[in-house]
């Protein structure tokens, strides 16, 4: 069965993910935005069974009524949710429970996909999975916060993926004419609600790098005092700087006069060429500006897409996360995917190194706002 | 004269705008986006002191010295200030010191005027006057605020300006049919950084309503439940509601079971037909959603500005505010004027009540954060 | 009439300690423990209006009924009040007004005095004497907070008591041997309900400084590295130097190396032979700690009192604020005095520069949270 | 080896109140007067290896230098440490890290204890004892915590000891006569600093119950609407009432119209003769003023305390925690224990069912913030 095939090796992806982990890892949440990986794994289980098995499956029995209430993640519409900064304070249900969880959903989900799924759950099945690989990338960046602000800093072992990476353009910058273009997804396959409708924009003449900004870079940056210079910071990007003392991108450390990171194998030394990595927009922004450049818009970045380097970051554009021409949200639960987040927060483009095989595509619209940092975000420059 | 008349004129609004206070009035600031009146009153002063006065005036006798720390907003260029938040806290300088400094300001920018104004300061010249029409809205809200907010609801006796009610528009609804339009300013005078470049941008078919939404439909939807329904809301916006309890605009009193505003001649019933006013850009957006529309982007807006009623109320536009294609910085410390706060702010269009007589334009973009209600803020409806 | 001159003299006392201000120093809160000037003159007129007049004088007409939720501090018995972080926010009642409704009341208590105050009402008049000049501490020292912090450091003008600096003991240091003392208020005239019953205590033996430790002494503990060694600090008290960063008392200020502090004359050079002013208990505790000795008992100090110079501070002691054996509350808004008080304060006695004349005696109970500095608050050392 | 058994006893006390737990519960801290159960395993172990065999064992090696980071807690003089709101963020050290930590230190505690331990070293190894034994408690009260805030509600499955309730005394009230009467430990053993000197006290006569306040009582006080009247609390007690809307103690849940509380077998239907327990100390002074009466002080239970029912719930006083006379600090770290902590907190008497057997006596000082309820507090009725 393609599809059982295909369920089994999304869900088998996130425990994989959680292997290298120690049970104790499984349950904390040091920051808000960081969710412990055990709600990461009975979410995305709750998601099969609220929005599939319950509604669809005679006879199923719910693995446990008060789960709804644990692994609810912001589904007004499905009822009364642990708060968010809670997660971290719950040692139960235990990691072993959570994945007898996973078992009995999971069990169920293959004889109901076994069955044959009628055509009317396609969407929501499909959606299931998609909603299950943003978790994996989710999972990814929180293991990494969870042990890289441990004062133990362990190492995860290797990287999640096995990173082929792109390979290099030859030309360094682009040139768009000026015209009109086409943006948003068009075409057979999955795509999520915020890509439609694909749109005609005019864009004027602009040239955009290749290649994403290098850690040696942006330590240019840093070491000609960028992190102290008001001009190239929005004034709320240089509150952020003052009231949080930034000085560097997350995961650095300096480390008797040499600058270190923190990476899956631990802390070590800052490769020079690698994209830099875990910048805020403000950071983006202001780089960009020392350099005299700017972040290309959401539209920009798609159009020249074909012609770039990208897939190892994710990458600030200049654009405000807002609806595409005629968008519509669907109605009930599902409905509240994407639209209600539309406001304060920039879109970006591309992909990371954590994102699973396969997720992204040029017409994708990720998003966070401008202070966050614990993605794999990354800088690109346009003019 | 001409250009110390235009200055005067200028001038003299803000001191006009301030009669109707008592001394006390002067003083407070009840909540940190709102500046004590004085404050306005030596801001604006402080302004033609420092960027035309000081640099270029030889044997100009500045005022006070400490004024400079008082009186500086946001320029960092300019060095330390007060902190926002602590404006009110300052009994000195004392309103009869503030007047002092205006007269003496004025006699010596008058005195320079006389002279004949250097070319290369024309353009300084003029964004003080626009700086300091700006405030004197600033000033028109924030008085509101500081009485409209005071147990005793003391009433400011009169509207600031004599309001002549812009025609109403034949049509309730205007179609624009999809194609390539130009936005932004051209042509001679006056305009702000962020209205430039003018260029084009490709637009969608849609309609827009001429007219603004009204108190009554405003209450058709509360009474509706429109604040109790996550439905209508961005997520942010539904905990902006539940946390700060919002159930109507700021300035509605539910008063022995009828709706009274907070208005210049004190506590009054709501006039249902007047364009509702002092909404965040949530409640525009959960209005609009309620209604099955949506609000225009500002390119839409501007597009159409022609043929609609706008002026009285400024007017939430579903655009982020961004920089324009080739939107460039001034050097020094004017450039701080726009650029920097280009970020997790949304565009309004239009004009208020409260906007001084010329100042606004329809290229004009004002913008102001998502949860802010003390402007002349109110909705238009598009799809 | 006796009693009528004994109200006027109070009440005028109050309007003298204001003289020096301008209209806008009435007005503003900078910190939530300070009040506006204003705000004190009418709390102390409300409250006689509230317990005396409006109660007992037939036919008497309230002022304005809306200043009940203005003026009442913290009498749940009466009804809403303004919180008290808004106190700065309120322009109106204007300082006029307030000085006008001191004069309706003013007149009516002294019609209703001319009759003959009925006997079961002495009691409450003199309360409401005493509870004016408690009031004329606070706009004492918050008159100092508000100027004192102000950017540009007006000076008041002059002290606002003629100073008689008590005479100075003979001894240094007083032995006081073991055994049973009584404390607590006994005899004819007025004490707070707190100085009651008096009662028996067992004192070990004990020694007490005669007078109080110098800015000259406070200096050494600073320049001996007191502020940086934890050792001498209560773990509360070390979290809050860290925390604001304390490293002097308030008001001090080094200017070109000179150590000055902000006095009723404006930034002056600090009299080194000057009891210490403006210290927290923390403070007051870690200075005595480094000295290898500690703050006495409040019934240490009272036994000893008549024995020592005081007057000049209100001094810590290293007694919690809890009831005397016996102590009971009135019944009614005038029993929320000072036992709803009895939790998480210290006991200070004696009294300060600004004391009014005559309010405090040694058996007198004054109390604060241990990290209030903005009192005349000193030290004296005991073991 | 009397000592080496003793210590053997000690340690597997710690160890048996974990087992019920799963590795999920030894990690999470909900609040932050609340320790994760693996913090507080590996606290008291740091405790033995710091300050007994890193500074006497030759060769020791200590089992991982990072681990001082971590489990330092409060103690200054030995360096730096994770804040304490952050302990529950730390997945790292594991479980069984841990635990290896402990056979690691016990190990070699064992070979140093069987050489016979320096008699200077002897008070200090006995504070080792005595520390975990407080630990101990707090390992027991934080339990209860962690699962009686999780929304599943486990059970630990029986309590921490096998109660024996003490024996009721024939007569519900105790009169003690006026005078002088002794406080403070003497004779051999052990005891805390705190307790020391023992010093003569004078009291007036007094009336003490016997038994403590019952569930049932304390209900009375509740439907009397207890928590809705602000005669009976301090302001700051109102404060806090209504600031968390507190409607009954901690662990009381309305289910159906029936009271319940969280206990160690789950959620059971509250007993109503057994002593109120997990009430603030602001409740315990309500419920006296309620009652017509007060907390006894700390002096009048010592005196009373043979003739006593205690041992089931720390009692609230009404004493501050204060040095006793003559009490001084030892010097380094250890004289860090008690005296810091001498400020803005009250002292709790008797003893809990969570105390470990033999810890408590009737000089026994323990101490807490007003607010805090997490531990097993009780009220007794004095007047």
């Known amino acids: ?30 920051v808000v935005d960081v969710s412990p990986p055990k709600w990461h794994l009975g979410h995305t289980t709750w998601f099969f069974e609220t929005f599939l098995l319950k509604p669809n499956v005679h006879g199923y029995t719910e693995f446990d009524p008060d789960y709804n209430f644990v692994f609810n993640s ?80 362990p190492a ?24 009109v273009y086409e943006i948003g997804f068009a075409g057979h396959g999955f795509c999520f609600d915020n890509e439609l409708n694909r749109h005609k924009v005019y864009l004027q003449e602009y040239y955009i790098n ?36 930034v000085k560097n991108p997350l995961y650095w450390h300096l480390v008797n006069g040499q600058w270190m990171h923190y990476s899956w194998q631990g802390l070590q030394p800052l490769p020079p ?32 897409a074909p012609q770039l380097q990208w897939g190892m970051r994710w990458e600030w554009t200049e654009s405000a996360y807002l609806p595409y021409p005629g968008f519509t949200k669907a109605p009930g639960a599902i ?21 699973p095989p396969g997720h992204s595509r040029i017409t994708y619209r990720n998003f966070f706002q401008t202070p966050l940092r614990w993605q794999f975000t990354g800088i690109r420059l346009a003019k």
């Open 1 to 30: 069965m393609q599809i059982t095939a295909q369920y089994r090796t999304v869900r088998e992806r996130s425990m994989q993910l959680c292997r290298p982990l120690k049970t104790e890892d499984y349950v904390v949440q040091p």
């Open 74 to 153: 912001y589904y007004e519409t499905v009822g009364a949710r642990v708060v968010r900064t809670d997660r971290g304070n719950l040692s139960r249900p235990s990691v072993e429970d959570v994945l007898r969880y996973r078992d009995h959903v999971d069990a169920a989900m293959e004889a109901f996909l076994q069955q044959g799924l009628p055509d009317h759950l396609q969407a929501l099945f499909v959606l299931g999975l998609q909603h299950e690989e943003q978790h994996q990338e989710l999972l990814a960046t929180d293991i990494k916060y969870i042990l890289g602000h441990n004062p133990l800093l």
């Open 156 to 179: 995860y072992g290797h990287p999640p993926y096995a990173a082929t990476p792109p390979a290099i353009p030859t030309a360094n910058s682009l040139r768009v004419p000026e015209g």
């Open 210 to 245: 290749t290649t994403l900004v290098s850690n040696a870079e942006y330590l240019a940056f840093m070491e000609a005092g960028g992190y102290a210079d008001f001009r190239y910071w929005h004034a709320e990007g240089w509150d952020w700087v003052k009231n949080h003392q």
């Open 273 to 304: 060429e690698e994209p830099v990595c875990h910048v805020s927009y403000y950071e983006a922004y202001a780089f960009a500006a020392w350099k005299g450049m700017r972040l290309p818009t959401e539209a920009e970045w798609e159009v020249a």
């Open 335 to 355: 409905g509240e995917y994407n639209g209600k987040f539309m406001v304060n927060q920039m879109v970006l483009r591309g992909a990371s190194e954590v994102t």
